[in-house]
């Protein structure tokens, strides 16, 4: 599970929004963001293959151009052009969406994450349970900050936007402990079906299997092992244990362990 912090300058310029407004913004990301899908799943590769076809006609007539009289040749040499010029236009339009993806998504990702703590209490919670996103894949496709896969899971405990002693504005962050938790059960719970799946494809290793195996053993993962050790976890927090095993992975990939290794 990805994440991104909330910038405070954009909650602090939003904080004053009312629920339908936070709504109103809410829908047109929504929008945005399926049709950016409509457009990466299928209407993209659509343009692409409406220009191709085009492209094979025009190439298509113009093998025939030697066995066709001057006089109709100078008609499909028209039609040639237009079938040309039709495949430019479609490799034109690819292009121009092509430019607007990132943009786009950059604004669906500052806009949700703007509008996060700025409606009254609750309110995004509710609109995500409503209109059921943005989901799982999403949140993590936008890297979304955490608070909308919590959202998801039922495990929210709403933030709130307060103003300190100074006049600052900074965002009191309710206990996710329950959360964090969820989110340990689920990874060990992806690491033990990895395990067993490796079981079923590969069997028991036997010893000297094991030892064939790490003799082949890339030697920049063996220089890897040589220079870095794992640290150890005892007792800590939920959220500190998710920190470690954040690491602890990407230390594991790092050295070339196997999932059944980890």
């Known amino acids: 599970i990805r994440g991104q912090p909330v910038p405070m300058s954009g909650i602090d310029q ?5 629920g339908e ?19 990466c799943t299928g209407q993209r590769q659509a343009l692409i293959d409406g220009m191709e076809e085009k492209l094979s006609q025009a190439q298509m007539i113009q093998d025939t151009l030697k066995h066709i009289n001057p006089q109709g040749q100078v008609q499909l040499r028209g039609i040639i052009q237009e079938r040309q010029q039709l495949a430019e236009a479609d490799r034109a339009q690819v292009e121009h969406y092509d430019n607007l993806v990132e943009p786009t998504r950059q604004n ?3 806009t949700l994450a703007n509008i996060l703590h700025a409606g009254p209490g609750g309110n995004m919670n509710d609109l995500v349970h409503e209109f059921h996103w943005p989901t799982m894949d999403a949140c993590q496709d936008l890297n979304l900050p955490l608070d909308y896969q919590y959202m998801i899971s039922g495990t929210y405990n709403a933030s709130t ?7 600052e504005i900074r965002v009191q962050e309710g206990p996710q402990e329950s959360a964090e938790t969820l989110y340990l059960k689920n ?7 990895q395990v067993q799946k490796s079981d079923k494809q590969q069997g028991v290793t036997k010893p000297t299997e094991a030892k064939a195996k790490e003799k082949k053993l890339d030697p920049i993962y063996i220089e890897r092992r040589r220079r870095h050790r794992f640290t150890t976890f005892d007792k800590g927090t939920p959220f500190e244990a998710q920190q470690w095993l954040g690491r602890f992975e ?3 990939d790092y050295l070339g362990f196997a999932n059944k290794e980890k």
């Open 14 to 18: 939003s904080s004053q929004l009312d």
């Open 21 to 39: 407004s936070v709504r109103d913004l809410f829908l047109n990301v929504k929008d945005e963001y399926e049709g950016l899908v409509r457009y």
């Open 108 to 110: 669906i990702w500052n």
């Open 161 to 167: 936007v307060v103003r300190d002693a100074s006049g």
């Open 187 to 193: 990874r060990i719970a992806v690491l033990e079906a």
């Open 250 to 252: 990407v230390l594991a």
